[in-house]
């Protein structure tokens, strides 16, 4: 394959990854990676291309997940002859070294699978899945450590309001972002469902100062628009138990399917909790 066909697919698959990724900061170039690309364009099709040696390169940043509090990317560098021959790939995380490790062999893996085509896009992919499944490892291994503590906890403390909220999402699509509400409503034992898709809507129920702690951890998340439109907060009689205040019956939220708008309505409204769920789509009734 010649010069100048290498060159093309290797710039129609950065222009690929631009369009998967175009929030600011995910994919990136530095100053000089970016004066190298712009060469390269201009270079398509001229005489200069055969004397030309640079090589392009760039990163890309998963912004969505973070390990240990570190962001994860990949820095990648195209060799003249991709993608006849392999790109070269470096992970940057600055968790601990079993993740880095796990990170880096999920990367090889997808380079060696791909050998001989594109596959920047498969590699990002597979950095990313392996990234998500350290996180839910890690989350995992934290409720086990913190499950007998609150447990003691609950049984020491009565929550004295029964808190209610309905947020609404221009849209729930991200993966890491849904497993984050079901992870995080399970812990905060948290009644109620999330409607993903566009738009989004979470209806839940709990302590209210668990409902409080939700609704803050959800905003400290990206999104193009989040609003809570409806919260309640119920003063609990003397003797009375939380979860006899309740009117969804779960401690956990349940995710619907992204076309489950009809259904979130017609839970809410077996709940008694129809108005609830009508002011999160700013509906008057």
């Keep these: 394959m010649n010069d100048e066909t290498l060159l093309q697919r290797q710039l129609d698959e950065i222009d690929a990854l631009l369009a998967t990724f175009p929030e600011s900061g995910a994919a990136s170039f530095t100053p000089a990676e970016q004066s190298v690309l712009e060469a390269s364009r201009r270079r398509l099709g001229s005489s200069a291309l055969a004397c030309y040696q640079s090589q392009l390169s760039g990163s890309v940043s998963l912004l969505d997940v973070q390990l240990e509090g570190s962001p994860v990317g990949l820095h990648y560098t195209l060799p003249h002859d991709y993608p006849d021959c392999a790109p070269r790939i470096q992970v940057h995380c600055a968790a601990g070294r079993h993740a880095h490790e796990r990170l880096t062999h999920a990367v090889q893996q997808a380079v060696q699978q791909n050998s001989g085509t594109e596959c920047l896009l498969l590699v990002v992919d597979a950095l990313q899945e392996e990234a998500v499944k350290l996180q839910q490892d890690a989350q995992d291994h934290a409720d086990a450590e913190s499950i007998a503590s609150q447990e003691q906890l609950d049984l020491n403390s009565r929550p004295v309001q029964l808190g209610r909220r309905s947020i609404w999402f221009h849209h729930i699509k991200s993966l890491t972002k849904r497993k984050h509400i079901l992870a995080w409503g399970k812990e905060l034992k948290l009644g109620g469902y999330s409607k993903p898709g566009y738009p989004g809507v979470i209806i839940c129920e709990g302590a209210e100062e668990d409902a409080a702690e939700f609704v803050h951890r959800l905003r ?37 399917d992204e076309g489950g708008m009809s259904e979130l309505a017609s839970i809410c409204k077996t709940a008694d909790l129809e108005q609830l769920f009508l002011t999160a789509m700013k509906i008057t009734k």
């Design 220 to 256: 400290e998340l990206r999104w193009k628009a989040m609003a809570v439109r409806g919260e309640e907060q119920l003063p609990l009689q003397e003797g009375e138990c939380l979860d006899s205040a309740r009117r969804f019956s779960s401690r956990h939220i349940t995710e619907l």
